[in-house]
């Protein structure tokens, strides 16, 4: 109900509303050009709409972005045709507001605990014009607010508890107008003659088939949802409808309940909707039983016998509407009065174009015998195909301007997101510390050996690399899982310690060469102390700390090396930096990203090494490490007769 209204009354003595005419009644809701951003995640209504537009000849797709406030920024694949197509998904509003500030429609899928909030939150973009709320469930003192709030901001409302509507050729919202095959069958691809405005949204998709049925077709229909207080009424739709030059006729499906009928009714007197009407409000069957009976609408209970189904089409028809018999008749009304106006030329039936072909999903087309081949593969952490390079969608101009640095660059190319500044703070210090532990190690004597040889970089590079495993860097993988796995089953840190010895395996992570608790890593140390002052918490570290505690009393040197305490601490990060959920941080531990960490940071000592021995091999001058005496014993085996050439 907007703000410009004016009173009158029902049969009852009710008072009813006779809308004024108001931006909400008089701009369109939907064009061919409208973009939207969908809240929630519901990839499959968002396909339906895609495929909607597609089938519509649009020249780009309705939806332009999701939020989604239960995961970090991120992006869906979706089909546009038979092409794959990414939508940006953002956590925070804002965020997408300001990236995407063409759109004017928001569709919520919120629940009906969240809905309130996200609605109020979103009208504080002007941008947005239209919001359909889906949510069933809310209660009516907050959806009053909202409606108080909408008139203010001018905001047209439709729901809530509805499923939406359909601009035929331009827009739909969400589920509106079923599968593919019957928005192809109720010809909701091209614009018709006819608007329609309905409470209940299973219904205005029976009107849909009706209408297509029985006309050239649908114009615009809206189920305003079956709330007591609908965000926005019978009549600001019909009013719309009766401005609109290409609406020949209206139809009308109402309900047992309330009294907004009426208002329609004080329109037609009043001549301020003069174009053809059919209207039918279901719930006749009431009368048969002995008490008052709610139907599935909350609004559907007739408290007075001015909100009878029954007493709303005997006034309707009183005042000229056409309204059928029962039900089953309003099909063959709307063909009679349809045929009318194309007798009198005001309805003039044009041509049928055939719409584009949507390929099928492949879970159909496999069980149909038809397939939609997706690619092979596509990424999303870059695009260098616009003007600049892009990075998890940020221009790298941005990057610079922020001054986002190393460890900025690795959060977006890694994870997709931004982390928090501690946080690829953090990835620097652990790129710095692993860079390299001397020459010693197997990696690091790998790739001077093959220096040596005359191999080229990248040769050298992978030769050192190919040595990372469980026994050389791949501790940090494997000690975020076993502390993880200890950690999640409860188990204290006795418990894990004795679990690991009796299965006679290693904890990943413990143990040093040379350091001990009485000589301890200043790596770790360091490490250490930045992560307890900056990490929001640290459970998991804390519980190798224990776990420490408990191996260190056994052998000084069995200490939770760098590898071990960068594995856990990442997880203490990934769980708690508020940029995943669980089972993304989950993931990013069973696909080796921890291991990146080392790759990376070893990476850098591995081409310091093959430079080092380059220039060595040219005589520029003498590394003081250049014996073999330094090689660990169990390299200088591997290598056998050939340590004379080193």
Same mark, same amino acid.
């Given at each position: 109900m907007t703000e410009q209204t004016k009173p009158g009354k029902a049969p009852s003595g009710q008072e009813v509303y006779v809308n004024q005419t108001s931006d909400i009644q008089t701009r369109p809701l939907f064009t061919k050009t409208t973009k939207s951003i969908i809240w929630g995640m519901q990839q499959r209504a968002v396909q339906g709409m895609l495929d909607f537009d597609y089938v519509c000849s649009r020249k780009e797709p309705s939806v332009v972005a999701m939020i989604y406030p239960f995961t970090g920024d991120h992006k869906q694949k979706f089909y546009w045709g038979h092409k794959e197509i990414l939508i940006p998904v953002y956590k925070n509003m804002a965020d997408c507001m300001k990236k995407h500030s063409s759109a004017d429609v928001l569709v919520s899928f919120a629940s009906l605990r969240s809905a309130y909030e996200s609605t109020v939150e979103t009208m504080n973009y002007p941008q947005i014009r239209t919001i359909a709320i889906i949510a069933e469930g809310i209660p009516e003192n907050l959806t009053r607010q909202l409606i108080k709030m909408a008139d203010e901001k001018g905001v047209s409302i439709i729901g809530p508890a509805t499923v939406g509507g359909v601009k035929p050729g331009c827009f739909k919202i969400g589920n509106t107008g079923g599968m593919l095959d019957n928005i192809l069958s109720s010809k909701l691809y091209r614009p018709g003659s006819v608007a329609y405005v309905s409470r209940s949204g299973g219904m205005s998709n029976e009107l849909n088939n009706i209408i297509a049925l029985n006309t050239n077709g649908v114009y615009e229909g809206v189920a305003i949802g079956g709330d007591r207080y609908p965000g926005t009424t019978f009549m600001d739709h019909i009013?719309?409808?009766?401005?609109?030059?290409?609406?020949?006729?209206? +139809?009308? *499906? /109402?309900?047992?309940?309330?009294?907004?009928?009426?208002?329609?009714?004080?329109?037609?007197?009043? /001549?301020?909707?003069?174009?053809?009407? +059919? #209207?039918?409000?279901? %719930?006749?069957?009431?009368?048969?039983?002995?008490?008052?009976?709610?139907?599935? @609408?909350?609004?559907?209970?007739?408290?007075?016998?001015?909100? =009878?189904?029954?007493?709303?089409?005997?006034?309707?028809?009183?005042? %000229?509407?056409?309204?059928? @018999?029962?039900? &089953?008749?309003l099909g063959t009304v709307i063909r009679d009065v349809y045929k009318q106006l194309v007798a009198d030329n005001i309805i003039i039936p044009q041509p049928e174009v055939t719409p584009p072909t949507v390929p099928m999903d492949f879970t159909w087309a496999r069980e149909l015998g038809l397939i939609r081949k997706p690619a092979s593969f596509m990424t999303s952490i870059c695009d260098e195909r616009g003007q600049e390079l892009l990075y998890a969608g940020i221009p790298i101009t941005d990057i610079f301007k922020e001054d986002m640095g190393i460890g900025g660059v690795l959060s977006l190319l890694w994870f997709q997101r931004r982390l928090p500044k501690y946080?690829?703070?953090?990835?620097?210090?652990?790129?710095?510390?692993?860079? &390299?532990?001397? !020459?010693? +190690?197997?990696?690091? @004597?790998?790739?001077?050996?093959?220096?040596?040889?005359?191999?080229?970089?990248?040769?050298?590079?992978?030769?050192?690399? *190919? =040595?990372?495993? &469980?026994?050389?860097?791949?501790?940090?993988?494997?000690?975020?899982?076993?502390?993880?796995?200890?950690?999640?089953?409860?188990?204290?840190?006795?418990?894990?310690?004795?679990?690991?010895?009796?299965?006679?395996?290693?904890?990943?992570?413990? %143990?040093?060469?040379?350091?001990?608790?009485?000589?301890?890593?200043?790596?770790?140390?360091?490490?250490? &102390?930045? #992560?307890?002052?900056?990490?929001?918490?640290?459970?998991?570290?804390?519980?190798?700390?224990?776990?420490?505690?408990?191996?260190?009393?056994?052998? !000084?040197?069995?200490i939770l090396n760098v590898d071990g305490f960068i594995g856990v601490a990442f997880v203490d990060l990934l769980n708690n930096c508020g940029c995943f959920t669980r089972e993304e941080a989950q993931e990013f531990v069973e696909v080796g990203a921890l291991n990146g960490l080392f790759v990376l940071g070893r990476s850098m000592g591995f081409i310091g090494h093959f430079l080092d021995q380059k220039r060595l091999k040219q005589g520029l001058y003498r590394h003081p490490w250049d014996d073999i005496s330094y090689v660990m014993p169990e390299t200088m085996g591997l290598m056998g007769t050939d340590t004379d050439n080193i």
């Amino acid at each position: 109900m907007t703000e410009q209204t004016k009173p009158g009354k029902a049969p009852s003595g009710q008072e009813v509303y006779v809308n004024q005419t108001s931006d909400i009644q008089t701009r369109p809701l939907f064009t061919k050009t409208t973009k939207s951003i969908i809240w929630g995640m519901q990839q499959r209504a968002v396909q339906g709409m895609l495929d909607f537009d597609y089938v519509c000849s649009r020249k780009e797709p309705s939806v332009v972005a999701m939020i989604y406030p239960f995961t970090g920024d991120h992006k869906q694949k979706f089909y546009w045709g038979h092409k794959e197509i990414l939508i940006p998904v953002y956590k925070n509003m804002a965020d997408c507001m300001k990236k995407h500030s063409s759109a004017d429609v928001l569709v919520s899928f919120a629940s009906l605990r969240s809905a309130y909030e996200s609605t109020v939150e979103t009208m504080n973009y002007p941008q947005i014009r239209t919001i359909a709320i889906i949510a069933e469930g809310i209660p009516e003192n907050l959806t009053r607010q909202l409606i108080k709030m909408a008139d203010e901001k001018g905001v047209s409302i439709i729901g809530p508890a509805t499923v939406g509507g359909v601009k035929p050729g331009c827009f739909k919202i969400g589920n509106t107008g079923g599968m593919l095959d019957n928005i192809l069958s109720s010809k909701l691809y091209r614009p018709g003659s006819v608007a329609y405005v309905s409470r209940s949204g299973g219904m205005s998709n029976e009107l849909n088939n009706i209408i297509a049925l029985n006309t050239n077709g649908v114009y615009e229909g809206v189920a305003i949802g079956g709330d007591r207080y609908p965000g926005t009424t019978f009549m600001d739709h019909i009013m719309r409808y009766q401005t609109e030059p290409d609406v020949k006729m209206i +139809v009308l *499906l /109402g309900e047992v309940g309330g009294v907004e009928e009426y208002s329609l009714i004080s329109a037609i007197e009043k /001549g301020e909707v003069n174009k053809p009407v +059919v #209207a039918w409000c279901i %719930g006749t069957c009431a009368k048969m039983f002995t008490s008052e009976v709610q139907f599935g @609408h909350a609004g559907a209970c007739a408290n007075a016998e001015a909100e =009878t189904a029954e007493a709303k089409n005997k006034a309707l028809k009183a005042v %000229g509407v056409n309204v059928p @018999h029962s039900f &089953d008749e309003l099909g063959t009304v709307i063909r009679d009065v349809y045929k009318q106006l194309v007798a009198d030329n005001i309805i003039i039936p044009q041509p049928e174009v055939t719409p584009p072909t949507v390929p099928m999903d492949f879970t159909w087309a496999r069980e149909l015998g038809l397939i939609r081949k997706p690619a092979s593969f596509m990424t999303s952490i870059c695009d260098e195909r616009g003007q600049e390079l892009l990075y998890a969608g940020i221009p790298i101009t941005d990057i610079f301007k922020e001054d986002m640095g190393i460890g900025g660059v690795l959060s977006l190319l890694w994870f997709q997101r931004r982390l928090p500044k501690y946080a690829t703070k953090f990835i620097e210090m652990c790129l710095m510390v692993t860079a &390299d532990h001397g !020459p010693a +190690v197997s990696g690091a @004597h790998n790739t001077i050996v093959c220096a040596r040889a005359g191999k080229d970089l990248v040769s050298c590079l992978a030769s050192g690399l *190919l =040595t990372i495993g &469980d026994r050389f860097g791949g501790a940090l993988d494997a000690a975020a899982k076993q502390f993880s796995d200890a950690y999640n089953s409860q188990m204290i840190p006795m418990e894990f310690v004795n679990t690991m010895r009796k299965q006679g395996k290693l904890i990943m992570g413990i %143990g040093h060469r040379v350091k001990s608790i009485n000589n301890p890593d200043m790596r770790v140390v360091i490490l250490k &102390d930045y #992560a307890k002052k900056n990490f929001p918490s640290s459970p998991l570290l804390d519980y190798a700390i224990e776990v420490e505690k408990i191996t260190t009393s056994k052998k !000084p040197n069995l200490i939770l090396n760098v590898d071990g305490f960068i594995g856990v601490a990442f997880v203490d990060l990934l769980n708690n930096c508020g940029c995943f959920t669980r089972e993304e941080a989950q993931e990013f531990v069973e696909v080796g990203a921890l291991n990146g960490l080392f790759v990376l940071g070893r990476s850098m000592g591995f081409i310091g090494h093959f430079l080092d021995q380059k220039r060595l091999k040219q005589g520029l001058y003498r590394h003081p490490w250049d014996d073999i005496s330094y090689v660990m014993p169990e390299t200088m085996g591997l290598m056998g007769t050939d340590t004379d050439n080193i």
